[in-house]
């Protein structure tokens, strides 16, 4: 009988083949001494991805979704088709940096009340990614999520970022962990019922972090094992910002109504109602004063952004709602 693997990697491709080889050299280059499997999900983009991993990586499994089931439907999936004590969800768009896999392992293992463990992200460009680490979602902290108030509060609780900053190597509870890498055991995600497939894009990390936290387990953020973290990139292919904002929003939504009731989600959609309508304004102002054709084309798509915003929050993107409704799997393994 085989041994089981200490960790099960599993990433899930859409439309992200040159990502996915990238991100797959820098596991194999940089995590050595543990026992670990690597299984791609695709979610029926199609993109040559299947090709890649049978001629590059055929120790890999692959799995084709026939139709793109969101995030959690096919993390759900590629852990039905791994067998590792431990668990990592990893986005293909990142690359992994030193032994970081390996220092987020031995924490996870030596930390028994610990139920996720989460990496310090960088941005394309080597800054911090501030996202990687997360305050549970409030009406707040949500209306107030402007990087230039975070970067001038830092340690403010209603972002709870500070471990950033700080030094963080032993590792820091924290509410949420960003999906884009993610590790947890195994048997408590199981525990917990794997990802809520009630998102089929966004905040299934944060309810995930939720539902670790409601049996008594830590989210542990540790600052010394680093990834970097193209972000956006994959999101952003065939889909317009605007569209990532409104799912987004209807995924915190969907959150907030099962964690705090609906009356609670109900003022959530009306702060980003009003919070669009004042961006939506101050931006149309902004456009109309003689500025320089790269900050007008900034504010465009900002402009466009969260104009979508405040037709989501009238009810007027009923699409997204939509999205993660139930669908017919086909799905087929793929294993050299």
């Not at 995600?189 to 009630?198: A, I, K």
């Amino acid at each position: 009988m085989p041994e089981q693997p200490d960790l099960s990697i599993i990433i899930v491709n859409w439309n992200s083949a040159a990502f996915v080889r990238s991100c797959l050299k820098s596991i194999y280059a940089n995590t050595h001494g543990v026992n670990f499997e690597i299984v791609v999900v695709d979610n029926a983009s199609y993109d040559g991805c299947d090709e890649l991993v049978k001629k590059e990586f055929p120790e890999v499994r692959f799995v084709q979704n026939a139709q793109n089931e969101g995030f959690a439907r096919a993390n759900n999936l590629g852990f039905s088709h791994s067998g590792g004590r431990n668990l990592l969800f990893l986005n293909p768009d990142t690359a992994v940096v030193g032994p970081a896999l390996v220092t987020m392992l031995t924490f996870l293992e030596a930390t028994a009340d610990a139920g996720i463990v989460g990496a310090r992200l960088l941005n394309s460009d080597g800054s911090v990614q501030t996202s990687c680490i997360q305050q549970f979602p409030t009406i707040l902290n949500q209306a107030l999520d402007i990087e230039r108030l975070q970067a001038a509060f830092p340690k403010s609780r209603l972002w709870n970022i500070g471990p950033l900053f700080e030094n963080a190597n032993g590792g820091v509870s924290v509410d949420a962990i960003s999906g884009a890498c993610l590790m947890i055991r195994r048997s408590v995600f199981e525990q917990v019922g794997q990802f809520t497939t009630d998102y089929f894009m966004y905040a299934e990390d944060v309810d995930l972090c939720w539902k670790v936290k409601q049996v008594g387990r830590k989210n542990c953020y540790v600052g010394k094992a680093t990834v970097v973290h193209h972000a956006g990139r994959c999101s952003q292919q065939k889909e317009e910002q605007s569209s990532s904002a409104v799912m987004t929003r209807d995924s915190l939504a969907k959150f907030l109504e099962k964690t705090r009731g609906r009356p609670y989600a109900a003022v959530y959609r009306l702060a980003m109602l009003v919070a669009g309508v004042c961006r939506t304004g101050l931006l149309g102002a902004f456009m109309l004063m003689p500025i320089r054709d790269k900050s007008r084309k900034s504010a465009r798509i900002s402009f466009k952004k969260w104009r979508r915003v405040v037709r989501w929050s009238l009810g007027l993107e009923p699409w997204a709602a939509k999205l993660a409704q139930p669908r017919t799997r086909e799905a087929k393994m793929v294993e050299s």
